[in-house]
């Protein structure tokens, strides 16, 4: 009996310690302070989410899609139900279209030079330019193709090619896609000395997303023309299709999607710029005029959406004289263009002497960046906004110490981008 009541003190004691009832019998072990912590805010999130649920998805849909992509991927946790609202094709709509009521403030640069003290390469990093800081992409961590260097942004979305693949790529999420591999059809004779590019393009109508992809050729067709093939994939799907030809040499410039086409400068056969047209949902080329009193120098033109509008920006001349022009198609259906002449400050050359040119790109809050090429020591951003004819640097922070030990290579124009939540596999 002695040993029994020995054994029920030592019940006791075990359950007065962990909370419990005297004499239950049982012996509890004393919960860890973290693990109370971690129950108590089981219970806290369970009691938010069971008020949250009382009000209407459409409300909740309207609110969380006011919040940046990095907090939305993390509330994608906190609940199934708000899982499913995040996830749903229309949420990423909605917040595109929140995206599209905020200045932007962030672009994508890439970079070549000393990451590590003992390997030379390339890398992408997203910019904040309010802050200066520069965010790694280490899925794009691979060699820069030249050709995909002007590619833009289209609803957040980015494709370019790296190598003989091409990419898609959502900054926002971190997410990247190889898209599927392709070539063109030209006889095995021309497969030396082929160029090619893609580019992405959205129909607004059908709210479908397609790259199309071009190659050309050094070599001519008997008749003395440029050889190309274009081929085009429409996301969503798993194979390319062969579309026509168009009047399309390689582009400079880059490429523009506005309107529900994508847009190039190039060159026609007799060397005339032309600006050649890709309606997305048609599939048909075409070309637009090109803006009368442009100069010649192709190689020193960009294609870029100025206010919502296509405009041609010259800077043959920003090295010697300090200008640009601006020519912006004012009215996309009869094709009037209107010209802007910007003169920047003489400050913008305080560091050139740290880069023998600059890079021009340009982003949707109506601002001008100009990269430089090559700089040494620091990596930075110069950035115009046309309406107000202020310049401001950006020091770009946060890259390797490696880096900036040796000239650092700028290896393509800042891409402006907006967030965008849509995961690339639902699309």
Known sequence: MAVQGGGGGGGDEGARSSGGTPGSGSLRVPLAPMEKRLRTQEKEAAGENAGLAELPTDIISNVLSRLPVKTLLRFRCV????????????????VLAQSLGRSEVTSLISVIGNMEPSRFGSRFFSLDHHTGLATPLPQLDRTINSTGEDSQSVNG?????????????NIGTREVRALPPTGPD??????????????LGFDPVAKQYKVMKTWVSNALNHSGEVITAHKILTLGTSSWRKIDSG????????????????HFLTLDLMSNKIIVVFDVGTEKFRTLTFPDGALDQVHKMKLIAFGGRLTVLDYEHLEDENVMLMYILEDYTNQVWT???????????????????????????????????VTTGEVYL????????????????????????SPVIVACAPIGYMDSILALSEI
């Open 79 to 94: 609940s199934k139900s708000w899982r499913s609202i995040i996830d749903h094709r229309s949420f990423a709509d909605l």
């Open 339 to 373: 010209e802007r002449r910007i003169v920047l400050p003489l400050s913008w050359k305080e560091d050139r002497r740290h880069s023998e040119r600059f890079l021009v790109g340009s982003v949707r809050a109506g601002e001008i960046l100009l990269a430089p090429k």
């Open 247 to 262: 009047p399309i040499d390689f582009p400079w410039g880059g490429s523009v999607c506005i309107n529900g086409a994508i």
């Open 157 to 169: 979305l980015i494709c370019f090619d790296i190598g003989d693949l091409t990419y898609l790529c």
């Open 382 to 405: 110069l950035s115009y906004d046309v309406e107000n004819g202020t310049l401001k640097k950006v020091q770009v922070r946060g890259l390797p110490p490696s880096l900036l030990r």
């Open 186 to 199: 030209f006889p095995v004779h021309l497969h030396r000395g082929i160029h090619s590019f893609s580019a």
